[in-house]
């Protein structure tokens, strides 16, 4: 339900700030030469990022995440769970057939708070006033008719509405439920809001950062966490790519290579890293050793067929060019070959980088004393999904910045890429 | 001896499914150390083919190429190309795509780069020596291909259709370059083209190709060369015999083409 109004508020946000931005900046011209350009459906190069598009879309998902979490960041909430005291009515009948009225005074409370005890007046008649203290999100089983004078008397109705076992009457702020055995099970209105276990506030996200930057996970420094995974990714993928780019080179130059290592590679090619991870554990062990080598395999193809793929796109005039310049073979390797294949190599070893990252996070959720994925997953264990989200959001923004990093090095190292 | 001596050279690739196409059949030919040649002919005829046996890339099936007295059996420094486009290297600068060749034969840097300095003088690449292959012009890049080249100080220079990607204005400039740098290096070169005009104008020889299988249709001695050496290219052009004989050749190839056409609509 929550999900569904979640969903229908995002769509309405994203029309209605399309909308909003687009009477905002009505008859305001680009400047620029795609401006003058009257095709632009189907031209992709006319498609450009609209930046306040991009600016609300983050802004959206923080108001969203905070109004529904009851962020004091953030100044619009949706209705949050009922807290307070509040009360509903029920008819007791007794054996002789007799019916009185008698309340129910509840004191619903924010989880983890000590609230006072509240007290209800027996009141008139035969069916007595009853009191309940009810946590916010949580039910509470009401056992009316217990302090209710004579025998057999039986709840029959709530707020006047007839109730019978299974039955579900609505009061005020929440509703009520007849258990089989004839309990009245008392669920405050739970509004819209998540909880804390299921979605932590930003600012708890933020809280658990700061409170695990300083304090440190389990006795070991959020940056040492993170110092393991990027050592294993790295050293990971160098020796992938160190065993896997001379493969690849002698794939794409030797007839004997090419035919021995192609249905290896191909074969290892399509099979998840993951699935290797049981293998792994007991060829290798869960400690580092065996994270390396699940790192190394998962490098290890993807740099070989980059490597292949840099070799047989090296046009063949290059190649003949340096021939008849006097190059060795050796010489063509070195000062054609290679740096040709570097455009190609680059391109892998991000999808490497990207595909390392993610195998490192699963492979500490198996086994692991130190990781943000191990972090991951004993917060969980713990019910701790703000350190979950923590680490999630690390995960991303470290994915991120390495791919950032490779690219900047591309350039830096490739610029006559795609200009040839 | 010195020169080029192409002795019956036959080409035939086998096909998969059993037949075969005759690229070159019984090509014989030769050429004196300084001589310019020229080779035309409709495509098919195996100019390409023939230029790659000559630089060593592909073994003929018959016969053999020797270039001053010693055989040809692969590629090597003493006949350079001179390939369409894309054959420099993006990621060196002009200045060391031209001393690619001496630096892989191990001249002193001092020396190669004096070498290049002159060559990218003399092609009017001075001001772009540490430029980026990417950044020059198409017809740049044919200058730095024909400075690289030159700097190999090769016997012979094969020219696979260098100037064919380039307009028409810039391929005019690299045709009188070509003759420059032909006269002042003495050099025996092998230039393949598309166009009529441009194997009159670079070519003391004119070698016309003929098809299925690929042979020497008819062989030219011109004065053209020599005259665009000394003088404005468009002036050689206007000369009476030069129309004549664009006309000649020109109708020769049609008829070529026609032949060609006719004989694959009847099959």
């Known amino acids: ?222 940056w040492e966490h993170l110092f393991y995974s990027l050592m294993r990714v790295l050293v990971g993928f160098a020796i992938g790519a160190a065993v896997g780019i001379p493969l690849g080179y002698a794939m794409g130059l030797n007839d004997w290579f090419r035919g021995w290592f192609d249905p290896i590679v191909e074969f290892m090619r399509p099979v998840p890293p993951l699935a290797l991870i049981p293998l792994v554990i007991i060829w290798f062990g869960i400690w580092e050793t065996g994270k390396i080598v699940l790192l190394f395999l998962a490098a290890l193809w993807i740099m070989a067929i980059a490597a292949r793929a840099g070799v047989s796109g090296v046009n063949i005039t290059k190649v003949h060019a340096a021939y008849s310049l006097g190059a060795s073979k050796a010489q063509i390797l070195r000062h054609v070959i290679i740096p ?43 019910q701790s999904t703000d350190v979950v989200l923590m680490g999630i959001i690390l995960i991303g923004i470290i994915g991120f910045g390495i791919d950032i990093l490779m690219r900047k090095a591309e350039n830096w190292l490739v610029p006559w890429k795609g200009r040839s | 001896m010195t020169g080029l001596t192409i002795d019956d050279v036959s080409m035939r690739f086998d096909l998969p499914s059993g037949s075969f196409v005759q690229a070159l059949k019984n090509v014989s030919l030769d050429l004196r150390a300084g001589e310019l040649m020229s080779v035309l002919g409709p495509s098919g005829c195996g100019k390409t083919t023939l230029l790659n046996i000559v630089a060593g890339f592909l073994a003929p099936t018959g016969g053999e190429v020797v270039l001053n007295g010693h055989r040809v059996t692969g590629p090597d420094a003493e006949r350079g190309m001179v390939f369409q486009q894309g054959a420099l290297f993006e990621w060196m600068s002009v200045r060391e795509n031209v001393e690619f060749g001496p630096r892989m034969k191990g001249t002193p840097v001092a020396e190669r780069r004096a070498t290049a300095d002159r060559l990218l003088q003399i092609t009017g690449l001075g001001d772009f020596k540490d430029k980026a292959i990417y950044e020059l012009s198409g017809g740049m890049q044919q200058r730095v291909a024909l400075a ?120």
């Open chain 1, 1 to 222: 339900m929550t999900g569904l109004i979640l969903l229908l508020l995002y769509v309405a946000l994203f029309v209605g700030a399309m909308l909003l931005v687009g009477l905002a900046t009505r008859g305001r011209k680009r400047r620029d030469f795609t401006a003058l350009k009257t095709v632009t459906f189907g031209d992709e190069s006319a498609v450009r990022p609209n930046r306040a598009a991009s600016v609300i879309s983050v802004v959206v998902i923080f108001l969203l995440w905070g109004a529904f979490t009851g962020s004091s960041l953030v100044p619009v909430h949706v209705p949050g769970p009922f807290t307070g005291d509040t009360s509903f009515t029920y008819t007791a009948r007794n054996a002789g057939g007799a019916e009185d009225e008698a309340t129910v005074f509840l004191r619903v409370f924010p989880l983890g708070e000590q609230p006072p005890e509240i007290e209800a007046e027996p009141g008139e008649g035969f069916a007595r006033n009853d009191a309940a203290m009810i946590a916010a999100y949580r039910s509470e089983l009401v056992r009316a008719d217990r302090n209710d004078e004579g025998e057999d008397v039986e709840v029959v109705a709530v707020e006047g509405q007839p109730i019978a076992p299974g039955v579900t009457v609505a009061f005020a702020d929440g509703e009520v439920t007849m258990t089989p055995r004839g309990s009245l099970n008392v669920s405050p209105a739970r509004g819209l809001q998540m909880e804390e276990i299921w979605l932590p506030s930003p600012e708890s996200v933020v809280a658990a950062l700061v409170d695990i930057a300083t304090n440190g996970f389990q006795n070991v420094p959020l």
């Open chain 1, 340 to 382: 040709n294949s570097l455009p190609e190599i680059f391109t892998g070893a991000r999808v490497a980088m990207g595909v390392c990252w993610g195998t490192v996070v699963a492979a500490e959720l198996v086994a692991a004393q130190k990781g943000v994925g191990m972090m991951i997953i004993a917060a969980s264990k713990f």
């Open chain 2, 148 to 267: 690289r080249c030159l700097a190999n100080d090769p016997d012979v220079i094969l020219m696979d259709e260098p100037l064919g990607a380039l307009d028409a204005l810039t391929r005019e400039k690299m045709q009188g370059l070509v003759l420059k740098l032909w006269k002042e290096t003495g050099k025996t070169i092998i230039l393949i083209t598309h166009s009529v005009e441009e194997a009159l104008l670079l070519g003391e020889r004119l070698l016309v190709m003929a098809p299925r299988p690929g042979r020497i249709h008819r062989e030219y001695r011109l004065p053209f060369a020599e005259m665009g050496v000394n003088q404005d290219l468009r002036e050689v052009k206007k000369h009476p015999d030069f129309g004549k004989r664009r006309e000649e050749i020109l109708s020769m190839i049609w008829e070529m083409e026609e032949e060609i056409m006719g004989r694959t609509e009847s099959a």
